[in-house]
């Protein structure tokens, strides 16, 4: 995720209105920064890694001139976070010059034949290959008008994308195209805007366009024109008042980060299901190689982990050892070794006692690979080998759109690994990646139909003052996960433990109305799960089930359930049956009267203004 801006302006100097524009954007992203205006059929950039405010003292980005101008804000998806691959990225002879939101997926074979033909690349970024495609374009076609080649170019394209485009030869005038990643227009007297978000613009006018996915637009300042990619035909679609206040507007218009965040999640699941087939191979080539396998991590990130490991067993019979980061120094300072292998997974890369572990493998020889959502972290310079989740910056404290992306990314690499070692059949593995690629409808749908009922469970369970969470199999670490959302922003104590344990001990706690959330993905641990749901019952436990569509045998076991669509193989069911458990907790700390944005003695490391 990544925030652009920029405008064509009656009057005025564009480059310190998108310095302040895009600070509103900082939350999509802060690794990065650039600005390109145009004056006189001259292009002015300044661009540098670092968060806006140290790049502006740096090189002060109000200081360009022209009142035409496009600007970017940076998470690093390819390419470190470095001043060579900031935007905006340049054609070879700096005419054209591109600002990008989104993943391109074909971008290194484009890449090789850009290159194949004399273009010459100087980041590592996918965007600049479209700089050079559409420099092509106009070299072949000089007589076309840049909309024209713009939108020739963009169909090369596979992935997502929200671009904006200037050329020093079309000084008054900038091209925007939109496919999968959110661009939205602004219109006010002085000109007109593009964002990849209202709040880049809402100080200026509140009066928004949005573009949708395969449309071209033109701006100049005297207005905007839409088309569509396809055969550049034209589109009407007058501007739209936009009563959002500022503060609702950088929520999108959600009461808190945590909910945006758990609405994101069709779109960041999308945006995973994007990573580079290269670095899959690699670290599913070295968990192939390893003797043994550690999983480390902290808190969501470790659950994530403990799934993978069923993940790993199931379809590539690899065994792996999910480990907290806090107790491996313990547990296996002394035993690991060169054989080892080290998969530490840390949506911020820069926990504290995840890098502990790390740094202890690397002194006795071990393989570090990691999994992080911020490429640049910590994490990515002490790997051998990375790979970034793609979930963008994770506001709320609570995680939630980088657990369910850390699963799907688990998941692809245990199919890969299922590949090469061959352990499960075509059609299997068939099915399972099928199912993958249709998780973010599911996780849509999931969202669309329970949410209101989940508030209604949410308010009738407020008062409870204790929670247990229960399943068997893959989905204990999804109870370990609803358990520590509902007590980290709720704070309900809660207990979360595999049903076939409940028995030895926990059961003592149950008493009438006691509220046990049981996770039902089907399963071969079925038989046992429905006996451990009786077993609770008997003891007049409330029970609430999260279960498949068409489950009448639970549902008739159930005090309250909620649905997930049906045929969901095992080994995913984590990534759908953890969205019930992220908005209960949301909605009983709503209930509670609390902010779920801001639990007391925990916090990110990232604040918004
Ligand atoms: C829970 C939560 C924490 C983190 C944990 C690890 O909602 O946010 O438990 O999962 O602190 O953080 P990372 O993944 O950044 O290492």
Not at 116 to 124: A, L, P, R
Not at 338 to 354: C, K, R, Y
Not at 385 to 392: F, L, P, R
Request: net charge neutral.
């Amino acid at each position: 995720m990544c925030g652009i801006f920029g405008c064509v302006l009656k009057e005025g100097l564009a480059a310190p209105l998108i310095h302040s524009s895009l600070k509103r954007l900082e939350y999509r992203g802060y690794d990065s920064v650039g600005v390109a205006t145009i004056r006189d059929g001259k292009i002015y950039l300044k661009k540098d890694k670092g968060k806006i405010d140290e790049v502006h003292r740096l090189m002060n980005l109000d200081d360009l001139p022209g009142n035409v101008g496009i600007g970017h804000t940076r998470w690093a998806t390819h390419g470190a976070p470095l001043k060579v691959n900031a935007h905006p990225h340049s054609d070879c002879s700096g005419e054209i010059v591109v600002v990008h939101n989104g993943i391109i997926e074909n971008f290194s074979e484009l890449k090789l034949e850009m290159e194949n033909i004399g273009h010459n690349f100087v980041s590592k970024t996918d965007t600049e290959v479209i700089a050079h495609l559409i420099e092509e374009r106009v070299s072949k076609n000089p007589e076309l008008d840049l909309v024209n080649n713009v939108s020739e170019a963009v169909k090369r394209l596979d992935g997502s994308y929200a671009i904006a485009v200037i050329s020093s030869k079309m000084a008054s005038k900038v091209i925007c195209a939109r496919k999968e990643s959110p661009l939205v227009l602004g219109v006010s007297e002085n000109g007109v805007y593009f964002a990849s978000d209202i709040p880049a613009f809402l100080p200026i006018t509140n009066k928004a366009v949005f573009v949708e996915d395969g449309e071209v637009v033109e701006l100049s300042a005297t207005g905007y024109v839409i088309r569509k990619i396809e055969d550049l035909s034209l589109v009407t679609r007058e501007p739209k008042t936009v009563d959002w206040s500022p503060e609702m507007a950088v929520k999108q218009g959600y009461p808190h980060f945590m909910l945006k965040e758990i609405h994101e999640q069709p779109l960041t699941l999308r945006n995973t299901l994007r990573l580079q087939e290269h670095y899959l191979d690699l670290i599913s080539t070295f968990l192939d190689r390893a003797q043994e396998v550690f999983l480390v991590a902290c808190g969501t990130s470790y659950h994530a982990c403990l799934a993978a490991s069923y993940m790993f067993s199931k379809l590539a019979f690899l065994p792996t050892y999910p480990v907290y980061s806090s107790e491996f120094l313990e547990q296996h300072g002394k035993s690991v070794n060169i054989d080892s292998t080290i998969l530490a997974v840390s949506q911020s890369g820069e926990t504290a006692d995840t890098l502990a572990a790390v740094t202890c493998a690397q002194q006795r020889a071990a393989t570090v690979l990691g999994l992080t959502n911020v490429i640049g972290s910590t994490l990515t310079r002490v790997s051998r080998v990375y790979i970034g989740q793609q979930s963008g910056p994770e506001i709320g404290v609570a995680a939630t759109k980088t657990f369910t992306s850390q699963l799907s990314v688990l998941a692809q690499l245990a199919l890969r690994l299922s590949k090469k070692r061959g352990k499960i059949s075509q059609d299997e593995m068939d099915f399972i990646a099928e199912r993958l690629e249709r998780l973010p409808d599911i996780v849509e749908s999931i969202i669309q139909t329970q949410e209101a009922k989940i508030k209604r469970i949410a308010k009738k369970y407020e008062g409870s003052q204790i929670f247990f969470f229960l399943g068997r199999g893959i989905s204990t670490a999804t109870a370990y996960e609803g358990r520590l959302k509902l007590m980290e922003i709720a704070y309900v104590p809660s207990i979360a433990f595999p049903a076939g344990e409940s028995k030895h001990g926990p059961i003592s706690l149950i008493e009438k109305g006691l509220p046990v959330v049981f996770i039902c993905a089907r399963d071969g641990t079925r038989k046992t799960l429905v006996s451990n749901i009786l077993e609770m019952k008997a003891r007049g436990a409330s029970i609430i089930s999260i279960l498949e569509e068409g489950d009448e045998e639970i549902k008739a076991l159930s005090d309250d359930y909620v649905e997930v669509p049906k045929g969901i193989p095992e080994v995913l069911s984590p990534i759908p049956f953890a969205i019930p458990l992220q908005l209960l907790a949301y909605y009983v700390t709503l209930e509670k009267g609390q902010n779920p944005d801001t639990p007391r003695n925990l916090a990110k490391s990232v604040t918004v203004k």
